[in-house]
């Protein structure tokens, strides 16, 4: 499987903003559709953004429209996601993984994703 590491996590506060990276480790992602996951505490995991390979198509959950940008530097072999005017409700660890777009669905199941990284957001 693929493997990545995820970083930028934080504690910020309501409103605030948070930039995640998702770095490849070990190949090249720029052939690889990537999206972001997150899994809040006692919940099932959810499909947050994505961004393909092919033409770069970006796609977004509606809870986040609007609020998180997804973009990609294959130069620095990394996917990140920028998340502006944070609520309490996108307190969870947010993981990357090779995805297919349409459906923001994970290609593997959580136990070939990495560690993630925990954004926690409160005041």
């Known amino acids: 499987q693929l493997q990545f590491v995820e970083s930028g996590g934080g504690l910020v506060q309501p409103g605030g903003s948070l930039r995640l990276s998702c770095a490849a480790s070990?190949?090249?992602?720029?052939?690889?559709?990537i999206g972001w996951f997150r899994q809040a505490p006692g919940k099932e995991h959810e499909g947050v953004s994505c961004?393909?390979?092919?033409?770069?198509?970006?796609y977004y959950a509606d809870s986040v429209k609007g609020r998180f940008t997804i973009s990609r530097d294959n130069a620095k072999n990394t996917v990140y996601l920028q998340m502006n005017s944070l609520k309490p409700e996108d307190t969870a660890v947010y993981y990357c993984?090779?995805?297919?777009?349409?459906?923001?669905?994970?290609?593997?199941?959580?136990?070939?994703w990495g560690k993630g990284t925990l954004v926690t957001v409160s005041s």
């Open positions: 993984a090779d995805a297919g777009c349409e459906r923001l669905a994970p290609v593997y199941g959580m136990d070939y």
């Open positions: 070990g190949f090249t992602l720029d052939y690889y559709a």
């Open positions: 961004i393909s390979s092919s033409d770069g198509s970006t």
